[in-house]
């Protein structure tokens, strides 16, 4: 069982910018490839980010030049950095590990999220 515990969402106007961390409950060098997911109320789950334990990423295109992904694995935390944000980025985002090769959920559980708005 794994658990995940986002945090650092709020109320940015766009251009602003955020920082989400998601602590993880076992060790994430363990589980291999992480990410971020993001969810409108109505809409599937969305892919943004991967991060391998060699720290390679690779983002979404609607997200490249403008967030990145970090991981601490001594911490067992993922981070999102978000710069320059847009409307179109407001929803829920949402950690979890990712099946290698792939940008599926490696976990059937998922965390509380934390909830981003972009608006003036």
């Known amino acids: 069982q794994v658990e995940f515990m986002e945090s650092g969402g709020g109320l940015v106007e766009p251009g602003g910018s955020l920082r989400l961390s998601c602590v993880v409950s076992?060790?994430?060098?363990?589980?291999?490839?992480m990410g971020w997911y993001r969810q409108v109320p109505g809409s599937q789950r969305e892919w943004v980010a991967s991060?391998?334990?060699?720290?390679?990423?690779d983002l979404a295109e609607s997200v490249k030049g403008r967030f990145i992904i970090t991981r601490d694995n001594s911490k067992n935390t993922v981070y999102l950095q978000m710069k320059n944000l847009k409307p179109e980025d407001t929803g829920a985002y949402f950690c979890n590990g990712i099946e290698r090769s792939t940008t599926n959920p490696l976990f059937d559980s998922w965390g509380q999220g934390t909830q981003v708005t972009v608006s003036s």
């Open positions: 076992r060790s994430i060098v363990s589980i291999g490839v």
């Open positions: 991060i391998s334990t060699g720290h390679l990423t």
